[in-house]
């Protein structure tokens, strides 16, 4: 096994060649991961082992806090700012022996799917430029797909870690609310927002779960309760594990590459031992709504000052779609919160009778940049399947299932019960053993490949 300051070197050299073109990182901050691989490999010379994420190389979003680096949020309305402090998260990884390689961009605002970051470029999707890599974090997913780093930590209001996630052919995992702190992390909504680790394989999001998820008693949403155990036994398989396959909704108007490759995984863990159950999940159409109307009316009562001075400081395009929030009333918004009261205690009986629940991350495959294409639109159908879980506070996992005739990557989503991450990356574990589609890298890649073994054979 290579030495930390290796990789990162060999990391450092993809980020060179690949981010001018593909715009994965706001900011490198290669000296302090120099700096830190250095302390690693010291520590692994004195035989001591530093935790679960020893030598991991992690990219972190650009609107999680990063001692001493800029934190602007993909947006000039924070241009300049420098993070005085760690997020709890990022701190939690340092403890878990992680190297921090910089700051990965995003949407602006973490505010759309097209991961159009006004500070630091488009970010473009790895296996096709010109077509978007899904957002908000879209940077930290394709920093984990072009292998600059090992993973990387994207938030999740309505889908920006699963969408990119399954945009870019790599696993994203939205937590449960309140088993991460969100404390340092410019927001969204606040009662939506989570923040979620993104990695090629599914027991390096475990992992990375283990280390970040834990009770932070300044955080309002944070809830005091212990990661589950079972965590750590996700490779024990999943004979019993009752998966429910929606037949109305979540496949609804699917690309048919995208339904062929999620049936498939539906069709490998039966045969694994999982066991499918058919099953009906009324109101998932108006959750997408009314999550709609708390993401918008939240982040225009954040933003209201930005708002009231005009698109300046915020690019046109988010301007235009984060203003329509001003048009929900406060009426709306009530309405939006009974739903979502009624949708979880809907959502609790079907946990009752499934582990999880299978459907495609998005309908379809990543769709092209394109100036003209509205962002409002282009958000809600990538959004379609997963602002339903995220309005309830479900943990969610997008794993890479296949790739279209023209090579583009398609996503599966898992949804689970409230704190059940453990049946989720069981699946995923179960799904990953049997498939490669993980492995596969985009052809942008192909030239750098050189240490790529090295890169995920990180020592822990």
């Not at 939690?92 to 921090?100: D, K, P, Q, T, W």
């Not at 979540?250 to 099953?279: K, N, P």
Request: net charge neutral; proline share 6%.
């Amino acid at each position: 096994m290579s030495s930390a300051t290796a990789r990162v070197d060999a990391g450092l050299a993809r980020i060179a060649a690949l981010n001018p073109r593909f715009r994965a990182f706001a900011t490198v901050d290669a000296e302090g991961a120099r700096t830190r691989a250095a302390e690693v490999d010291a520590a692994s010379r004195d035989g001591r082992w530093l935790g679960l994420l020893h030598g991991m190389t992690v990219a972190i979003k650009d609107n999680i806090d990063l001692t001493g680096l800029p934190a602007a949020s993909g947006s000039r309305l924070f241009a300049g700012r420098i993070a005085p402090s760690d997020a709890p998260v990022v701190a939690r990884l340092r403890e878990a022996g992680a190297i921090m390689v910089g700051k990965a961009a995003m949407m602006e605002l973490a505010f759309g799917v097209r991961s159009l970051d006004a500070v630091a470029g488009q970010c473009r999707n790895p296996w096709d430029p010109a077509r978007v890599p899904g957002g908000s974090s879209g940077g930290s997913a394709i920093a984990v797909a072009l292998d600059l780093v090992d993973a990387a930590l994207g938030t999740d209001t309505g889908g920006s870690v699963r969408v990119p996630a399954g945009f870019c052919g790599v696993v994203g995992l939205r937590p449960t609310i309140g088993l991460v702190s969100n404390r340092g992390v410019l927001p969204v909504s606040v009662s939506l927002d989570t923040v979620g680790p993104i990695a090629r394989r599914v027991e390096d999001v475990a992992r990375i779960l283990l280390a970040i998820a834990a009770h932070d008693p300044e955080d309002p949403f944070s809830v005091d309760r212990a990661p589950d155990p079972s965590l750590l036994r996700i490779t024990e398989g999943v004979k019993g594990l009752r998966i429910g396959v929606p037949r109305n909704f979540y496949f609804d108007d699917v690309d048919a590459e995208t339904a062929d490759a999620v049936h498939s995984v539906a069709d490998m863990l039966t045969r694994a031992g999982a066991r499918l159950v058919d099953i009906k999940l009324e109101g998932a159409a108006e959750a997408h709504g009314h999550a709609t109307t708390i993401i918008y009316c939240d982040a225009c009562a954040l933003h209201a000052k930005a708002l009231d001075a005009g698109p300046g400081n915020i690019s046109a395009p988010v301007f235009e779609r984060m203003i329509k929030g001003r048009n929900r009333s406060g009426i709306d918004y009530a309405a939006a919160l009974r739903f979502r009261e009624a949708w979880t205690l809907r959502l609790r009986d079907v946990f009752r009778r499934v582990d999880a629940l299978l459907c495609p991350t998005s309908p379809y495959p990543a769709p092209p940049i394109e100036e003209n294409v509205h962002l409002e639109e282009v958000t809600r159908h990538a959004t379609r399947f997963t602002y339903g879980g995220a309005l309830a506070g479900l943990p969610g996992l997008s794993l890479p299932c296949g790739f279209t005739r023209s090579g583009l990557p398609i996503g599966a989503l898992l949804e689970g019960a409230w704190w059940r991450e453990a049946d989720l990356l069981r699946l995923g574990k179960a799904w990953q053993d049997r498939t490669d589609w993980h492995l596969r890298v985009p052809p942008a890649h192909a030239d750098t490949l050189a240490g790529r073994s090295a890169t995920t054979a990180f020592a822990g």
